[in-house]
């Protein structure tokens, strides 16, 4: 009797365990359908995305120098143990991990290995904001859409992993812009804007003028959308994240040195500081003007007048061959600004379309021209894939029906991606290697400036 009532009792959780894995399973199975659509649809956004893994290893592989430039690495000397410095979060981060890892990492090999891993990050960051705007995207207008995250894409790898920009602090800001307009997208703790910002300004200070853009535009955008409290709150959330940039603006670009030149122990940081740039650099070889311009707020007009005036040359000739891209953002801007329907949303397609413009100072004061149009494209690029992915449905109107009216009229229109290949990657004082091999032919011909 008792060995009768052990069976059953075993047949019958036997049963119940049968059961349970089934309901388990169809739990389990449920879940991923959520995440991963198994329609045509999504297994179509699922084949672009592993193509264009395909399409950026093979970029990684073209432009992929195993060098950090001098300039690069000597950034990751900067920390905070020698005080509230300009440019300190990156290295301070570095030197912070150096003290947890079981290895030394005080040496360029290891400076080289971080800059890789940070890069693929924020290229899996990038990838992640794509597959985003993919998911919201309408069947009809995928096409077109994955041509404009093609354009993205083939921009940031090129720029990021060439020997000039590998490693270069533009990476750690414009991801912090990004990791902000995924907040957007997303439409949760789009409250992050402040303390992006805030770390955007500690990796480098130019992050005001370069990719703080896209955040306070993103918070204009988002005030001008809604009404009553909600405007407010992004209102607040917007002056309150220009406030801490300007203030840390004016900390980096002028308190900080004033300090040292109170207290007189600007030599004793200086001379720290190129210490540990000089182990995590190529052979020793820091960027010593880096060192004397952001510790010391020493100026480099009269030794960059010669680079101001390459940089004067190269402009027009870009803006010439650019000038089909050029045409076309004026003509989507205007389409878009047509289609406001009242004074709000004129107004907040208008700071869209002019954000891109607190570059401006940059273009007048520095020399990187091809970092300063770089940040302009990318700015243009990624403001449109977040509104289109946050469904508005003006610049969807306007962006789609464009493009679809170029394929029509022009056969050819799909060329101008290869043709945009000719300016990649971006390079710094010179635009890229395209607008160098002009540059330079006339100034060794007729100026002789540099």
């Known amino acids: 009797m008792k060995r009768t009532e052990d069976v059953g009792a075993r047949r019958r959780f036997g049963m119940e365990g049968k059961a349970f894995d089934v309901g388990r ?19 179509a956004r699922v084949r672009y995305m592993l193509v264009l893994l395909v399409v950026s290893f093979g970029m990684f592989l073209r432009f992929y120098d195993e060098k950090v430039n001098p300039c690069n690495s000597t950034a990751l000397a900067f920390s905070y143990k020698y005080g509230f410095l300009p440019q300190g979060l990156v290295g301070t981060l570095y030197q912070l991990l150096n003290q947890i890892m079981p290895f030394h990492m005080m040496k360029y090999e290891a400076v080289m290995n971080f800059s890789l891993i940070a890069t693929i990050l924020f290229h899996l960051v990038l ?17 077109d859409l994955e041509y404009v995250i093609l354009f993205c894409a083939l921009l940031t790898i090129s720029m990021f992993f060439s020997k000039r920009q590998f490693g270069r602090l533009d990476m750690y800001m414009l991801a912090f812009s990004l990791i902000c307009a995924v907040a957007f997208v997303k439409g949760k703790r789009r409250w992050l804007a402040v303390p992006l910002s805030m770390l955007g300004m500690l990796v480098h200070q130019d992050y005001m003028f370069l990719y703080m853009n896209l955040v306070l535009v993103l918070l204009a955008y988002q005030a001008l959308s809604v009404e009553g409290r909600a405007r407010r709150t992004y209102w607040i959330l917007a002056g309150v994240s220009l406030v801490v940039a300007v203030l840390l603006f004016f900390w980096f670009s002028w308190l900080f040195q004033r300090g040292l030149d109170l207290r007189g122990d600007a030599d004793s940081l200086c001379e720290a500081v190129a210490a540990m740039a000089k182990k995590l650099s190529y052979k020793g070889k820091y960027d010593e003007t880096l060192i004397a311009r952001e510790l010391l707020g020493t100026g480099f007009s009269a030794q960059e007048w010669p680079l101001h005036v390459q940089n004067w040359i190269e402009t027009p000739v870009f803006l010439l061959l650019v000038s089909p891209y050029i045409v076309l953002g004026v003509k989507l801007m205007r389409g878009i600004l047509s289609q406001a329907k009242d004074k709000a949303a004129k107004w907040k397609y208008r700071i869209v379309a002019w954000g891109a413009f607190t570059i401006l100072p940059l273009f007048v004061c520095k020399v990187d021209y091809g970092r300063w149009f770089f940040a302009v494209i990318i700015y243009y690029v990624i403001i449109v894939l977040t509104l289109v992915a946050m469904g508005d449905k003006v610049v969807e109107a306007q962006l789609f029906g464009l493009m679809a009216r170029v394929r029509e009229t022009y056969s050819w229109s799909m060329l101008l991606l290869l043709y945009a290949v000719l300016f990649m990657p971006f390079w710094d004082v010179h635009i890229c290697g395209f607008l160098k091999n002009i540059s330079n032919p006339i100034n060794e011909a007729f100026l002789h400036l540099w």
């Open 127 to 143: 990838f992640y904001f794509f597959w985003l705007c993919l998911k919201r995207c309408q069947e009809r207008h995928l096409q």
């Open 25 to 43: 399973k169809k739990r389990f199975n449920m879940g991923w359908k959520r995440h991963l659509d198994a329609s045509p649809l999504g297994r």
